[in-house]
């Protein structure tokens, strides 16, 4: 079993910043990918951005030039910063971790941008 802790998540302004935080736990030996998705009201969950073990990174088209996400594997933590946030931006953001052939995901942290 692996545990997914995020943080980081609040209110913020249009055109912000803001650091989300995901820390593993538990069987973290060969967790390979790991990734932000978020979930606005209404909607279904969407892929925002993901790592692997090797630094590999992808990016949902709406943030590639907004968000870095990040991965400190001595740490089992991954992060994303969040810049030039927008309204659309607003949702609940789940971290996932991958270890084959399971899925793991945290409890979600919700990001409002607003003025």
């Known amino acids: 079993q692996v545990q997914l802790v995020e943080s980081g998540g609040g209110l913020v302004q249009p055109g912000g910043s803001l650091r989300l935080s995901c820390a593993a736990s538990?069987?973290?030996?060969?967790?390979?990918?790991m990734g932000w998705y978020r979930q606005a009201p209404g909607k279904q969950r969407e892929l925002v951005a993901t790592?692997?073990?090797?630094?590999?990174?992808n990016y949902a088209d709406s943030v590639w030039d907004r968000f870095t996400i990040s991965r400190d594997n001595a740490k089992n933590t991954v992060y994303l910063q969040m810049n030039s946030l927008k309204p659309e931006d607003t949702a609940v953001y789940y971290c996932n971790a991958e270890r084959r052939p399971y899925n793991y995901w945290g409890q979600g942290t919700q990001v409002t941008v607003s003025s």
């Open positions: 538990g069987s973290t030996f060969r967790i390979s990918a």
């Open positions: 790592i692997t073990s090797g630094g590999s990174t």
